[in-house]
T-cell receptor, first 108, second 115 residues
Framework: GQNIDQPTEMTATEGAIVQINCTYQ??????LFWYQQHAGEAPTFLSY????GLEEKGRFSSFLSRSKGYSYLLLKELQMKDSASYLC?????????FGAGTTVTVRA | GAVVSQHPSWVICKSGTSVKIECRSL??????MFWYRQFPKQSLMLMAT?????????EQGVEKDKFLINHASLTLSTLTVTSAHPEDSSFYIC???????????FGEGSRLTVL
């Protein structure tokens, strides 16, 4: 089976940094996605990690440790528009399994 | 990237009626599309994989007679919710996965409300 865990909610201040952790236990692993989803909208792609290490893309960075079954998404210089749900998703074989999502609220 | 167009964006229907949701690939040909369902504040759950020209593959617990999937062409996949009930109210979203990179391209999603 698939087990993907991430915190339910996080709150941070505008301009701050927030780290969203994701742990997974899945049968098979090809890679890990992070998506951003605003309420009522489809998810949008943020990152895809296949190998261990940190990948940086502007204000967003994603880290993966395959041996630990662990990933995190780092959001820097938070802006109000970053308030959204962030989904961790594991890609194995032909399936993509999603975590429940972490709702990030950015406060002024 | 690939463009996936989903229609309708939202629909309200009476209990017992059927609703069809269309998912079109605008600039590519999709042999496989994935249909997800998302209840409020919950994760996206894979319902089924639609395969062009053949039967869809349903996930465990998803009623194939209730959620009819048709993928008659390389550019169109449809999901029909038959005899809808209030518990079927959800956000339905189709997805295409680019085979080389594994990147997902989502349709806009369809919010179904069954009264």
């Amino acid at each position: 089976g698939q087990n993907i865990d991430q915190p339910t909610e996080m709150t941070a201040t505008e301009g701050a940094i927030v780290q969203i952790n994701c742990t997974y236990q899945t049968s098979g692993f090809n890679g890990l996605f992070w998506y951003q989803q605003h309420a009522g909208e489809a998810p949008t792609f943020l990152s895809y990690n296949v190998l261990d290490g940190l990948e940086e893309k502007g204000r967003f960075s994603s880290f993966l440790s395959r041996s630990k079954g662990y990933s995190y998404l780092l959001l820097k210089e938070l802006q109000m528009k970053d308030s959204a749900s962030y989904l961790c998703a594991v890609h194995n074989d032909y399936k993509l399994s999603f975590g429940a999502g972490t709702t990030v609220t950015v406060r002024a | 990237g690939a463009v996936v167009s989903q229609h309708p964006s939202w629909v309200i229907c009476k209990s017992g009626t059927s609703v069809k949701i269309e998912c079109r690939s605008l600039d590519f040909q999709a042999t496989t599309m994935f249909w997800y369902r998302q209840f409020p504040k919950q994760s996206l759950m894979l319902m089924a994989t639609s395969n062009e020209g053949s039967k869809a593959t349903y996930e465990q617990g998803v009623e194939k007679d209730k959620f009819l999937i048709n993928h008659a062409s390389l550019t169109l996949s449809t999901l029909t919710v038959t005899s809808a009930h209030p518990e079927d109210s959800s956000f339905y979203i189709c997805t295409y996965r680019e085979p080389d990179t594994g990147e997902l391209f989502f349709g806009e999603g369809s919010r179904l409300t069954v009264l």
